[in-house]
């Protein structure tokens, strides 16, 4: 095994680690919807989610990393350029994001100043940390890129994945820089936080999940690599054709020109198109190989990104792009909804895909199906579609009787919360939520034991390399 790659295995650690935080601050953010006076001046709902959403960007982005660390050595046949920084940068990363979890738990909060904003909280939604921290990410991003580009720059060859992987790299490092300009305009302020946080989850991160797919489609069936880049070709297209100007779907009420309502609207409708073709071509692999792969786990781990991304971002995304829907859906659990969905669907997913594929490689291959992935698998998806479906019942809740019938008023929002639709999809959604959890024990025990007691029984079977 490459350095790389056991530095990928470390981030692999690290990310189901903090997923394992994510669910647990997911959780208790739910709790708060049942009863509002939960820790009530002890440890408020926005220190919970803030805790919640912080980890998911990180978790998912450690798992991104680490596939790229996992596939990187395999396409250029040769150890990662500087593997020794990124291996260093790696406990740094760690440790900071343990410090900023325990400053968000023991502090919370700061004065308005600039120390609040370098040591406690820098403020924009996803991307909370504190600067001193956010400084570190960039290094450690910014390390990430020069590996991979290095490595391609002295291996003297570039394929059609890492091509565009290393072309979608440098956008989605720079736009993490849109969290630091300190803006007081609160309508400029939101105008540039979305080309970080839309342009991430639209275009930047659907590029390279697009590429890790790539990757994997041929590792787990053994496409042609001429399909898989033909295909990746049209899908990079399409994403950024239409998610760059998709991104007016955010400008709908910020105080931007009117003329945003149909940039946004039409390009933003567009979006699932994209989405549509990883569908049809993850099916359309697996039916030329007649479903057949060795690694079960890992390949409906697959179609779930590819239908979960389709459904979650694309559909559920679509339902309330359109200006006319979104007056009404804007910012209620509607869009809870389809943030997990899509999150979901398009990255949890993926990685945890690729996790899978990794563990056939290091563990034994023989006996590489055990009942506990059913199990893991089955929850988690089971919890993450109940929420979901609680939260859109939640959501349609607000936009009917609090923005339509209500007008918007305090009192209408106060009336939607108190609705029993909104109040029985609170419960419904933290019983699948403790659905969900169950089925994360299930994938970390799965994740700890596959292949190993095959391994025990026989130890002469190594994995293949
Ligand atoms: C046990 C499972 C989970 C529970 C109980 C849970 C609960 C919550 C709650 C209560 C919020 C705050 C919503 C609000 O502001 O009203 C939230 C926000 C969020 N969660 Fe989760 N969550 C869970 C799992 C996940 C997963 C698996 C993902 C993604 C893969 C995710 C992504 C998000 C995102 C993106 C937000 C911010 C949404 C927004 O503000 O529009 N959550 N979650
Ligand atoms: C993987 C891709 C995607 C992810 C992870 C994602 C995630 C999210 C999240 C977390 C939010 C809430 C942001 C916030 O206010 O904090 C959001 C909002 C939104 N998303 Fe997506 N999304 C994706 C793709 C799409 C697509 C393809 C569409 C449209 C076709 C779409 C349409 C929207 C709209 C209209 C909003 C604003 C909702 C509002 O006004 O409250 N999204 N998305
Ligand atoms: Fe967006």
Known sequence: MYRSQKLALRYFIAAITLFGVMIAAGLLSALYYIDPALLYNVFDFQMAKILHIDTLIIWLLMGFIGAVYWFLPKELGREVVGIWVAELLFYVFCSAVAVVAVVFVVVQYGGSNEFSMWFINQGRKYVEAPRWAAVGVVAVVLTFVFNVTATAWQARRITGVLGVLILDLVPLAVLYL??????????????WWWWLVHMWVEATWEVLIGCLMAWSLMELMGTSRRIVETWLYIEVMLVLGTGILGLGHHYFWIGTPQYWLSIGGFFSALEPLPLLGMVVHAVYDAGTHHMKTTNRPAFYWVLAEAFGNFIGAGVFGFMMTLPQINLYSHGTQWTVSHGHFAFWGAYACGVIAIMYLVLQRTRSAEHFDSRAWKWGFGLLNLGLVGMVGGLL??????????????GSTLQAFVAASEHPWFRSAMYARFIFGIVFALGYFALVYDLLAIGRRAAVAAPTQAAPA
């Open 178 to 191: 849109d969290a630091f300009p300190k803006i007081t305009n609160m309508s400029h302020d939101l105008y």
């Open 393 to 406: 019942i939640a959501g349609i809740t607000q936009a009917i009787y609090e923005r339509a019938e209500g």
